[in-house]
């Protein structure tokens, strides 16, 4: 299966309408959003998505009421960490990487809006970077193949 990762849009709407084109046009099976929507206006952009979405909160996302209703109708938003399988294989989603005893397939965090991918004996880390493009200047975003184990980063036009 191929999965979207994106974190930290921080109410970006021109990145966000950015990513969601990009995502669409790849025909990926599912969005994960690794948190930080910043704003209700900004997460109701994904309901234009072509695959569901997996979230989580983020440490800028306060109005987490308002955000899980906004999100329902296309996607599920979860408090961090949330553990689920795709495909057999196993995926931590959560938006500040932790400390964990735990193996997984994958752990899918952001927060440092630094985008890093570092395979470990203990699963392998994927962080897209940050999709908002406002604290390095460079707007990313991450494709994770399931099947292949092969996951890019990709900048996004500006």
Request: no cysteine; net charge neutral.
């Amino acid at each position: 299966m191929k999965l979207g990762i994106l974190s930290d849009t921080h109410n970006n709407v021109d990145k966000i309408t950015k990513a969601i084109e990009f995502f669409n046009l790849r025909q990926v099976g599912l969005i994960l959003h690794a948190g930080d929507f910043s704003f209700v206006s900004s997460a109701k952009l994904f309901s234009k998505l072509k695959m569901p979405m997996i979230a989580v909160f983020g440490n800028n996302d306060l109005d987490t009421y308002d955000l899980e209703k906004t999100i329902i109708p296309f996607g599920q938003i979860y408090h961090a960490p949330y553990s689920f399988n795709i495909n057999d294989k196993k995926f931590i989603l959560t938006h500040r990487l932790y400390s964990t005893d735990a193996k997984f397939d994958y752990m899918i965090y952001g927060h440092t809006h630094k985008p890093h991918i570092q395979k470990t004996p203990q699963g392998t880390f994927i962080n897209p970077g940050e999709t908002a493009g406002r604290r390095y200047g460079r707007s990313t975003v991450a494709i994770l193949e399931t099947d292949t184990s092969h996951v890019e980063i990709f900048d996004l036009e500006n």
